[in-house]
């Protein structure tokens, strides 16, 4: 994955960073490599970084999108939507996911009564 940054605005009001970008790639990549990508490349941590969106264009294997990286934990919880804060979040492994979920109760068949 290709990632490069077309333009990177400074909003000193905010305390947040708002990047522009472009990925070449072959598939379309998660937004948790993404993030991980560009944390790398901005010297950010991934926890601050919002993904806004992801634009695929037809026919290209190229993607244009927008983010924003904040300076603190408590600017990004004032300022950005929890809805994308959530979908950069990766997923409970299966694991935790079955620690955290309720006892499955015995599947319990009708009984059928024969007819003499």
């Known amino acids: 994955m290709e990632l490069q940054i077309i333009k990177d605005k400074t909003n000193p009001l905010l305390k947040r960073r708002e990047i522009t970008l472009k990925i070449q790639n ?3 990549p998660s937004r948790i490599e993404v993030k991980n990508k560009l944390a790398a490349i901005a010297n ?3 926890e601050l970084i919002v993904i806004e969106r992801l634009d695929t264009k037809f026919g290209k294997q190229e993607i244009t999108g927008a983010a924003t990286i ?4 408590e600017r990004l919880k004032q300022l950005a939507h929890n809805h994308l804060v959530i ?5 409970a492994t299966e694991e935790k996911a079955a620690e955290s979920a309720p006892e499955a109760k015995p599947k319990v068949e009708p009984k ?3 007819k003499k």
């Open 26 to 28: 072959k598939t379309t």
């Open 44 to 46: 950010s941590k991934p």
């Open 70 to 73: 904040y300076e603190n934990e």
């Open 87 to 91: 979908r950069g979040v990766p997923k």
């Open 112 to 114: 059928t009564e024969d």
